[in-house]
């Protein structure tokens, strides 16, 4: 009837913008409502049985098909939130990644600007972390990821932020600094905390980490630039010795852009065949002959000329490079000795193979 058909936008509006509950409350008093034969003032007279049970059908199915909406449209939404979670946050480790980094940094410099304060961009990177997955395996390796996120999130303060860029690279943002000085306090409290031992496998495993720092707005640049700076200022804490930190500065900056630099003419180099083995004879004098060979690189450099490996290899170290430029030197070694022997020439060769080459998982 016309008088049922009222009910109708009480019950849907009450679902529709209250959730489940409230329209069940609603369509429970509405139902009250029809039973008692007062539901509106203007309809004095009572409801007849039929109006009350067709009623109260009409209103079942209302329930049914408006609750089975709201179902649809909760997990719906659990699912937006999911994904923008996905989106925002770091899987393994529950923090900020770095799509939300960039967020956090943009509100920390606006933040920075206004109170007229200080704060610090702090790249953080684990020492050694490589051999941690190529020992105990990466389950072993995410462990240790999760342990160390733990950590950080326990030393700094409720405002500051820590994201996962990826691996075992980390950023934190230190807002609402007076002084430099709290700037290092922290840190040292940071790389203190790090350092305890991690328990794997019931085998106790000391991790350190290289912190690089650019401090705004002693360093007035950008948010992509303060990050740069800050991952400048993290090698060159590793470079002088790990399990330390170092803040950035601007004298330090030009050696840092050519050590970068030379790093990617390694690579370069290494592509394109620049690099050249020479062979050092190995003689029995008693003999008079040559028994073998030593086998010593050289870097044929486009600009630079005939490099010594002291100009080159102590950049690489403890590198993927060092370990892409091992892997060819074995290979051309080899290749050499081949050909030397399908000449007749009977020798051996030796070669140089850093330590943290040999200690690599995949090296044979």
Not at 178 to 191: F, G, I, M, T
Not at 209 to 219: M, N, Q, R, T
Not at 299 to 323: D, K, S, Y
Request: overall charge negative; some cysteine; charged content about 25%.
């Amino acid at each position: 009837t016309v008088r049922i058909g009222v009910f109708f936008p009480f019950v849907a509006g009450a679902f529709y913008l209250q959730g489940a509950r409230i329209g069940l409350r609603w369509l429970l008093a509405v139902v009250a409502m029809i039973l008692a034969g007062h539901l509106l003032p203007w309809f004095p007279d009572a409801y007849s049985t039929f109006e009350i049970t067709a009623a109260c059908l009409y209103l079942s199915i209302l329930f049914a098909v408006l609750y089975n909406f709201e179902k649809v449209r909760s997990e719906h939404l659990e699912q937006e939130k999911q994904l923008e979670n996905i989106a925002h946050f770091d899987v393994l480790t529950g923090v900020p990644n770095r799509m939300l980094l960039a967020d956090r940094l943009a509100q920390a410099l606006a933040r920075t600007k206004r109170e007229q304060g200080l704060m610090a961009v702090c790249y953080l990177d684990l020492d050694g972390f490589k051999s941690v997955n190529d020992n105990f395996g990466h389950e072993a390796g995410d462990q240790v990821l999760v342990e160390v996120t733990r950590r950080i999130k326990e030393t700094i303060r409720e405002d500051d932020t820590v994201a996962r860029l990826g691996g075992d690279e980390f950023v934190l943002l230190l807002v609402g600094l007076q002084a430099p000085e709290e700037c290092v306090s922290s840190l040292h409290r940071l790389l203190l905390a790090i350092n305890q031992p991690v328990q794997l496998r019931e085998k106790s495993l000391r991790i350190s980490a290289s912190i690089g720092v650019s401090l705004y707005p002693e360093d007035e640049q950008d948010a992509d630039t303060l990050l740069h700076h800050a991952d400048q200022a993290m090698y060159i804490a590793k470079q002088s010795g790990k399990n330390r930190y170092h803040l950035f500065d601007a004298k330090n900056d030009q050696r840092a852009r050519s050590h970068h630099a030379l790093l990617q003419q390694i690579r370069h180099g290494l592509q394109h065949g620049e690099f050249e083995l020479y062979y050092q004879p190995k003689v029995d004098l008693a003999a008079r002959r040559m028994v073998g060979a030593e086998a010593l690189i050289r870097w044929h450099h486009a600009q630079r000329g005939l490099l010594q490996p002291e100009e080159f290899l102590r950049v690489i170290e403890n590198t993927e490079l060092e370990i892409e430029l091992g892997n060819w030197v074995i290979a051309s070694a080899c290749a050499q000795l081949r050909q030397w022997r399908q000449d007749g020439h009977d020798v051996e060769v030796s070669i140089n193979i850093s330590a943290y080459h040999l200690q690599s998982a995949d090296f044979i």
